[in-house]
């Protein structure tokens, strides 16, 4: 298994392109596209790539393609309730067998996401056309390889603390704005069997998907958030049913 390519899927709305010329112009084919051509780019034959949206069958992931997914990429914004509960039972299942998940920017509002999180994930945000600064505070961590800190975006709508989530298990990357706001804005955890990551920057009014250092970082995690071995078909067992027997 380890010599073959880890199969990535990247969910996106599709809405935002069709509805907005700006959006448009910075993404004509889709922002799940730029997103897949830059995991592509960066972690090259390692992986295999394909791209799915909302408006697909069965919202893109049948339980045949979940199955045949290693790594799964979620961007959403504007019709988070539009999935269905369905959907984020079969991808909550697929990460707790051992299935990767990274969660881009406004994604942290999902279904799924806050399903895996427990919390309501909520943050502060403005969007004011406002200067990011991406700090590296893992440097060790696999998905900052390569990565210069600080990657500068020059135009990024502003994430703000107070962000609703669990502690990270592991914090990766710290960004900054111009208004003095901080942002826990790369963020890992593991969730039974699979792994799971959160990176913020990515709005949909900017081309930040196109920000090289940005694609790294969408390439590490897909690579890091890959199952180390086949993924499992039932459940974690914590105990034989009959292991306490009373007298």
């Known amino acids: 298994m380890a010599d073959e390519p880890i199969r990535v899927t990247v969910w996106g709305e599709g809405r935002h392109e069709k509805r907005d010329v700006n959006v448009a112009s910075h993404y004509p084919d889709g922002m799940h596209a730029t997103i897949a051509s830059g995991i592509t780019e960066y972690a090259g034959a390692a992986v295999a790539v394909r791209c799915v949206t909302l408006d697909d069958p069965d919202q893109g992931l049948p339980a045949s393609l979940l199955a045949s997914t290693d790594?799964?990429?979620?961007?959403?914004?504007?019709?988070?309730?539009e999935v269905s509960d369905d959907l984020v039972d079969r991808v909550q299942e697929a990460v707790l067998a051992g299935m990767g998940l990274v969660v881009l920017h406004s994604g942290h509002w999902s279904k799924i996401f806050k399903r895996l999180m427990g919390t309501s994930c909520a943050l502060r945000w403005r969007n004011g056309d406002d200067r990011e600064l991406v700090w590296t505070v893992d440097p060790a961590h696999p998905v900052a390889a390569g990565v210069p800190s600080p990657i500068e975006i020059p135009s990024q709508e502003m994430y703000g603390e107070f962000f609703d989530i669990p502690a990270p298990d592991e914090l990766v990357f710290v960004s900054s704005f111009t208004g003095g706001e901080v942002f826990r804005s790369g963020c890992?955890?593991?969730?039974?069997?699979?792994?799971?990551?959160y990176f913020s920057p990515g709005d949909q009014d900017y081309p930040v998907y196109h920000h090289p250092d940005v694609r790294r970082v969408l390439a590490n995690a897909a690579?890091?958030?890959a199952p180390a071995g086949p993924r499992s078909t039932t459940p974690i067992a914590y105990?034989?049913?009959?292991?306490f027997v009373t007298p």
């Open 188 to 197: 890992a955890w593991r969730r039974g069997r699979g792994r799971i990551f």
């Open 223 to 225: 690579v890091w958030a």
């Open 71 to 81: 790594v799964l990429t979620w961007w959403g914004h504007i019709a988070h309730d």
């Open 239 to 243: 105990a034989a049913p009959d292991w």
